[in-house]
């Protein structure tokens, strides 16, 4: 995978103390095909590792990092500050009702992302809100939304498939008006393409209601495509936000850096569930994290960066408990922890030698099954059999090889190397801790 590319990449680079034109170029292909994987569009790609580059060479090397390490640290950084700028919550400063304009394609979440809104202005900002949808070409739209209005506790404003959005626009503002609601959330129809009519009509709704917010909904897991959606989108209208949705998918969200530099919008809200809670103010450090997929590699150059590395090795070492409470659930945990942090050549440094020699160091497919293996087996176990090793009796552990696929033996073997390991764990206090946990960090 590309977070082991990349590892190795790091990993080739240790004992260099600069980052320099000649060893930048192999970690900067690697951060964009990263970013590409990620599904951020080619333009953006290359404009961001432009930037990147610039920032990047000549840039010291801190604390005991690599340059590789620190390239990710850098990419990281610029990352989350292009995502991150100018994010605040939804701006309401304006004479009520302040009004907020729904846009963005079919299917891509803007009617449960209203419902969404609603409820946040409603429970977080004490506010009183009236939905209306101007959807009506789709009467089960309108239904839709009023149903997912109750369920924000929100009110809503009804309109038929008969009139006219402008119309509907101009009696649900006056309802809002004469009813002192501070916000009027307006829900509009897209299409599953960028369609002139629509956006005429859009653009006619946003003249009429001169809403102070207008929002563009993008699903996260529209990939590259996202970029021809915004552009259409930021010429039709002022955008002055992003909410992007079905951040729950297993998309890595490179949307987010190309929809924000194309619009120059921030982005305000992401969707991580179908549930009208499933709404969350947008973290860009964290999103950064997942476009770039090492979140490890990433916490650790913030680990050295903060302070002294005996500070980041102490913290990650307290995430590994003593030998005395050291269950399958650490040891699963310490497995796939180790995969992402370095890889899979890494991660065979870090095992036990016991365990290494069987896998046979240079056979990497065959440590990689393994590992592999090894996960489907605690993961075909119940959590009370992973806090309680000892109740695995032949009858469990039948049940556990029929559910993983292998056999009893390979359950066996398992366990004999999570006994190794717990045994390890008991004697590594303190130094010999310590001791490990900087290797593991480089
Ligand atoms: P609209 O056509 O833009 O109004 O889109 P909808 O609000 O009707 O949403 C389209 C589909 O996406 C629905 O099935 C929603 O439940 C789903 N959806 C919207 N936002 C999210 C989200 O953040 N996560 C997930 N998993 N599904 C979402
Ligand atoms: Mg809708």
């Not at 004992?15 to 900067?28: H, P, S, Y």
């Not at 809100?129 to 789709?138: E, F, P």
């Amino acid at each position: 995978t590309l977070a082991d590319r990349l590892s190795q990449l790091v990993k080739t680079m240790r004992g260099q103390a600069r980052i320099t034109e000649d060893n930048v170029k192999d970690m900067l292909r690697e951060v964009r095909m990263a970013l590409l994987e990620a599904d951020v569009a080619l333009p953006v790609v290359r404009d961001f590792i432009e930037r990147v580059k610039n920032k990047a060479l000549g840039a010291e090397v801190a604390g005991s990092l690599n340059p590789g390490q620190a390239l990710v640290g850098i990419v990281h950084k610029e990352l989350a500050a292009t995502m991150g700028e100018g994010v605040s919550d939804l701006d309401l400063a304006t004479q009520p009702p302040a009004i907020i304009l729904m846009a963005g394609l079919q299917g891509a979440g803007k009617t449960t992302t209203t419902a969404k809104l609603a409820k946040h202005l409603i429970e977080r900002r004490k506010k009183k809100v009236l939905t209306v949808s101007a959807d009506v070409y789709r009467p089960a739209a309108i239904e839709q939304l009023k149903t997912v209005t109750r369920q924000a506790g929100a009110e809503w404003f009804a309109s038929t498939p008969d009139q006219k959005p402008h119309d509907i626009a101009l009696a649900a503002l006056d309802y809002a008006r004469k009813h002192y609601f501070d916000v009027l959330l307006v829900d509009t129809a897209g299409r599953l393409a960028i369609d002139e009519a629509l956006m005429a009509e859009i653009r006619d709704l946003h003249a009429t209601l001169k809403p102070v917010e207008t929002l563009f909904v993008v699903d996260a897991m529209q990939g590259q495509d996202a970029i021809n959606t915004a552009k259409a989108f930021k010429e039709a209208l002022p955008l002055t936000g992003i909410v992007l949705t079905k951040l729950d998918g297993d998309s890595r969200g490179g949307a987010a850096l190309s929809v924000r530099q194309i619009t120059g919008a921030p982005i305000k809200f992401a969707g991580v569930s179908e549930k009208i809670d499933g709404l969350e103010v947008f973290d860009a450090e964290r999103h950064a994290g997942r476009v770039l997929g090492m979140g490890d590699i990433v916490a650790l150059v913030e680990e050295v960066q903060k302070g002294v590395d005996i500070q980041a090795a102490q913290k990650l070492a307290t995430k590994l408990k003593s030998g005395d409470n050291f269950d399958l659930n650490d040891f699963l945990s310490q497995i796939t922890q180790m995969k992402k942090m370095g890889g899979l050549s890494s991660l065979m440094d870090k095992l036990p030698a016991q365990m290494t020699a069987k896998a046979g160091q240079p056979d990497m497919d065959r440590a990689e099954r393994e590992v592999r293996r090894m996960e489907g087996i605690i993961n075909s176990m119940t959590p009370l059999e992973r806090r309680k090793p000892e109740l695995l009796k032949a009858s469990r552990k039948r049940r556990i090889a029929a559910g993983s696929g292998v056999h009893v033996q390979e359950v066996n073997r398992l366990l004999n190397q999570f006994e190794q390991m717990q045994g390890m764990m008991k004697k590594m206090k303190g130094g010999g801790l310590m001791k490990m946990m900087k290797r593991m960090g480089g």
